[in-house]
């Protein structure tokens, strides 16, 4: 049997959440943060660069199915946890004396091929104070995943060859 795709509509409550996701969520969110302390170890770093990608974004947010209460999609998740592993090196840093803080200079993709799905996604992020940084370090595209790659290998390649995915 096919499984339903998520729908997101502005006006009505998101859809619930698989409960595999909110394991597959907790293991992505901790995987980056500690993807980020490892390799901005060395104080000697004063910038790293990253781009990360949702191919299938959704609408940002869900209901839990455990309470019912909102539950943030990957796009904002990755967000915090950049934010989240880059706030640690720099007070791991603070704490050795090192003054040289750490600059994440992440760029953002996210990209989902429903209009009504985007929509969402465009205000959910809106909603969480993110709009000032659309197309700077927030891209959100309306297109199918499989067309919109060599698009985004392109964005990539042209903004830093020495770039992380």
Known sequence: MA???YDWKIGEDPPKIDLHSLAKHRVYEEYLKHYIQVLNTNPKIPAFRLTLIDG?????????????????????????????????????RLEKG??????LQADYYFVEKKKSNCDYLRWYLKEQGLESRFDQD??????????????????????????RL
């Open 3 to 5: 499984k339903k795709a």
């Open 56 to 92: 299938f974004a959704g609408g940002g947010v869900y209901q839990d199915p455990r309470d019912s209460s909102l539950y943030p999609g990957s796009p904002l998740r990755l967000i915090r946890a950049t934010e989240e592993a880059t706030h640690t090196v720099n007070m791991n």
């Open 98 to 103: 090192v003054r040289n803080q750490l600059d």
């Open 138 to 163: 927030i891209h959100l595209w309306k297109e199918d995943f499989i067309i919109a790659l060599p698009k985004l290998i392109h964005c990539i390649e042209e903004k830093s060859k020495n770039r």
